[in-house]
């Protein structure tokens, strides 16, 4: 049974005073007889299970308190660590913060700058422009004045030319274009016919208005027969 004599002794006076506690005489039963040895024998044998089994159960008690407290230990470690995290973290995030608040100043205040630079530049065109604007309207009006007067010289030139007669006789003049009133056009030309040679030297190609004078065909296509021209005149 695991239990020495000694402690199946110290055993037995516990129950025996825990019977005598209870009310209950140790020996006699209830009508005064004594108890044999071999049921007080099985008492205290029932007795001594019974203590067992608390002691077992006791100890499975105290084995799930220490596992329980052995749990709450290792929760309580396990909270001081989230704690310590939380704590680093609202640390960094305040860190962060503060980096943040001061980044938002700085762009702030380089905003504002810039504001008022463009503020400032915008006054400045303001002003160009109506300085602008005023020399715009003087060249205006120069203009103006200039294109009047041209178109006053215009007028008189215009008028001069009007005035302007040929000369009297007959003659002819080299027509470019229509004949003035009182001419009649005339025009006549000679083609293919034999130069000493097609060079520049000898056949220089030229145009005066209406006439012409050059190679026949392409300079040098006919070795024969070289060079023709055109007169077209304006006659009275």
């Known amino acids: 049974m695991g239990f020495s004599y000694g402690a199946f002794c110290c055993v037995a006076l516990l129950l025996c005073g825990g019977l005598q506690a209870k009310g209950t005489p140790p020996g006699p039963d209830e009508s005064g007889h004594a108890l044999p040895v071999d049921d007080l024998r099985d008492l205290l044998l029932a007795s001594m299970q019974?203590?067992?089994?608390?002691?077992?159960?006791?100890?499975?008690?105290?084995?799930?308190?220490?596992?329980?407290?052995t749990s709450l230990i290792e929760a309580r470690n396990e909270i001081d660590q989230l704690k310590s995290k939380i704590d680093k973290l609202e640390e960094e995030q305040n860190k962060?913060?503060?980096?943040?608040?001061?980044?938002?100043?700085?762009?702030?205040?380089?905003?504002?700058?810039?504001?008022?630079?463009l503020e400032e530049g915008q006054i400045e065109q303001n002003?160009?422009?109506?300085?602008?604007?005023?020399?715009?309207?003087?060249?205006?009006?120069?203009?103006?004045?200039?294109?009047?007067?041209?178109?006053?010289?215009?007028?008189?030139?215009?008028?001069?030319i009007g005035?302007?007669?040929?000369?009297?006789?007959?003659?002819?003049?080299?027509?470019?274009?229509?004949?003035p009133a009182g001419f009649t056009r005339y025009s006549g030309h000679i083609r293919?016919?034999?130069?000493?040679?097609?060079?520049?030297?000898?056949?220089?190609?030229?145009?005066?208005?209406?006439?012409?004078?050059?190679?026949?065909?392409?300079?040098?296509?006919y070795t024969s027969?070289?060079?023709?021209?055109?007169?077209?005149?304006?006659c009275k």
């Open 225 to 234: 027969w070289d060079a023709e021209f055109g007169i077209t005149s304006c």
């Open 50 to 69: 019974n203590t067992i089994s608390l002691t077992e159960l006791a100890t499975q008690q105290a084995t799930k308190v220490s596992a329980i407290t």
């Open 127 to 160: 002003e160009n422009l109506s300085g602008t604007t005023s020399e715009i309207e003087g060249l205006k009006s120069d203009l103006s004045a200039k294109i009047d007067a041209l178109k006053e010289g215009q007028s008189e030139l215009t008028a001069q």
């Open 192 to 221: 293919a016919f034999n130069t000493f040679n097609y060079t520049p030297t000898y056949i220089k190609p030229a145009v005066f208005g209406d006439s012409y004078m050059g190679c026949h065909g392409p300079c040098g296509q």
């Open 96 to 117: 962060n913060l503060s980096v943040t608040t001061s980044e938002i100043e700085g762009l702030k205040s380089d905003l504002s700058a810039k504001i008022n630079a």
């Open 163 to 179: 005035d302007v007669s040929w000369p009297k006789g007959s003659y002819c003049i080299l027509a470019s274009g229509s004949c």
